[in-house]
């Protein structure tokens, strides 16, 4: 006798006022007031990440309760991803409009862990909007992709404090989706997926058919 499958259960989860509450709808800027739209998000077990459409990233602690905010210098622009990282040191990833990908180191109470905020930036190779950021899982590797179809490979070291970059990769279509893992990052664009293993530098494409 076939087992009858269990009764599919949804649940409605009501919005986080909590969280929300604590960015705001709108800033001065001069004498303008501006509408802050929130562009990209991302969560651990630790954080909940949420980028803005005025280049400010609010992070909020999940253990603490509290609400921390990270800009980039110079221009406000807006956010176009976000990723979390938890490993020895507590990580964000933040990628722009305009092709700016910034890292930061975030402060730990914990014993060890890293006592002052650290910021790396990935210069000057991406041109357009961010659309993908994959870490590999020590966070000694960050890999970004934008919509012009360039993947940039930077290398971190976070002792030191030193960020190096290089471009990968280049695809004919926009970078939609990244994820790494054991020396192989799985690459989806516009048009296609493929494999790009880092140690040969090679690249195999999942399926035969082009997306249309």
Not at 136 to 151: A, Q, V, W
Not at 182 to 206: G, H, I, N, P
Request: with cysteine; net charge positive.
């Amino acid at each position: 006798m076939a087992s009858v499958a269990s009764p599919v259960i949804f649940k409605e989860f009501c919005p986080l006022y909590y969280l929300l509450n604590a960015i705001p709808t709108k800033v001065q800027k001069g004498f303008r007031s501006i509408v802050v739209y929130l562009t990209a998000l991302d969560t651990n077990g630790d954080y909940i990440a949420v980028g803005s459409s005025i280049g400010m990233l609010y992070l909020y602690c999940r253990h603490l309760n509290q609400m921390k905010k990270y800009n980039f210098e110079g221009k406000c622009e807006s956010i176009t991803f976000v990723k979390l990282l938890s490993c020895f040191d507590d990580l964000v990833a933040v990628g722009t409009a305009s092709g700016r990908v910034a890292v930061f180191q975030l402060v730990s109470s914990l014993p060890g862990r890293n006592k002052q905020l650290r910021r790396f930036d990935v210069a000057g190779i991406h041109k357009s909007s961010i659309t993908a950021l994959a870490w590999s899982p020590n966070g000694m590797k960050l890999f970004s992709g934008d919509d012009k179809g360039k993947i940039v490979y930077s290398a971190l070291d976070l002792d030191q404090g030193i960020c190096n970059s290089n471009l990968v990769l280049e695809e004919p279509s926009s970078i939609v989706q990244l994820d790494y893992n054991q020396k192989v990052l799985l690459v989806s664009t516009l048009q296609r997926t493929l494999l790009f293993y880092t140690e040969e530098k090679s690249v195999k494409q999942v399926g035969t058919q082009p997306r249309k």
